[in-house]
Nanobody
Framework: QVQLVESGGGLVQPGGSLRLSCAAS????????MSWYRQAPGKERELVAS????????NSADSVKGRFTMSRDNDVNTVYLAMNSLKPEDTAVYYCYARRVGNVYWGQGSQVTVSS
């Protein structure tokens, strides 16, 4: 059974940092396109970052470029999103996403709130 379990969200002050984790089970993350999405209240879900399953090269949305870094550890089957210099507009529910052989999987979401 495929499962994505996120952790690491919480409340942080502007300028602070958090690291989200997404532990996958039921498949190998090296065989899938892995991404992070976020959804703020009243807004559509948007792509934050993705990692190429073959090259490991990441792409990030312009709004987070230079502040957020996506990475993966194949040995523990986990992807991460390191978030630095957080801004109030980064407040959202962050979702882990996997696409593999035509199937799409989502995590349950992790709330990130940036506020003083």
């Amino acid at each position: 059974q495929v499962q994505l379990v996120e952790s690491g969200g919480g409340l942080v002050q502007p300028g602070g940092s958090l690291r989200l984790s997404c532990a996958a089970s039921g498949f190998s993350i090296s065989s899938a396109t892995m991404s992070w999405y976020r959804q703020a209240p009243g807004k559509e879900r948007e792509l934050v970052a993705s990692i190429n399953r073959i090259s490991g090269i990441t792409n990030s949305a312009d709004s987070v470029k230079g502040r957020f870094t996506m990475s993966r550890d194949n040995d523990v089957n986990t992807v991460y999103l390191a978030m630095n210099s957080l801004k109030p507009e980064d407040t959202a529910v962050y979702y882990c996403y996997a696409r593999r052989v035509g199937n799409v999987y989502w995590g349950q979401g992790s709330q990130v709130t940036v506020s003083s």
